[in-house]
Nanobody, 124 residues
Framework: QVQLVESGGGLVQAGGSLRLSCAQSGRTFSLYAMGWFRQAPGKEREFVAA????????YYADSVKGRFTISRDNAKNTLYLQMNSLKFEDTAVYYC?????????????????WGQGTQVTVSS
């Protein structure tokens, strides 16, 4: 069983930065591709970024490309999302996810494990 715990969310002004972390336990972290998704009130969960099992490949939603960076430290069993130049529309609950398989996916139903989410609020 895989457990995921996110941290690092909070309130930030537009233009500011936050770094989210996701700590995994339960299974070998390096066996899983990882992703970040977000969900705003009244909207569906949407893809943000994904990274393959060894960090050699990353992929971003167009809405965050150039502002967000996904990374992982397999020695620390931790996934990160560095968010810069935050905008009001980035406000959402951010979820960390893991999928059994080395390659990424961009849809929620391809991920079998989820964290509880962390709130990111960007004030305009």
């Amino acid at each position: 069983q895989v457990q995921l715990v996110e941290s690092g969310g909070g309130l930030v002004q537009a233009g500011g930065s936050l770094r989210l972390s996701c700590a995994q336990s339960g299974r070998t972290f390096s066996l899983y591709a990882m992703g970040w998704f977000r969900q705003a009130p009244g909207k569906e969960r949407e893809f943000v970024a994904a990274i393959n099992y060894n960090g050699g490949y990353t992929y971003y939603a167009d809405s965050v490309k150039g502002r967000f960076t996904i990374s992982r430290d397999n020695a620390k069993n931790t996934l990160y999302l560095q968010m810069n130049s935050l905008k009001f529309e980035d406000t959402a609950v951010y979820y960390c996810s893991a999928r059994g398989g080395r390659e990424i996916a961009t849809t929620p139903n391809n991920y079998g494990y989820w964290g509880q989410g962390t709130q990111v609020t960007v004030s305009s």
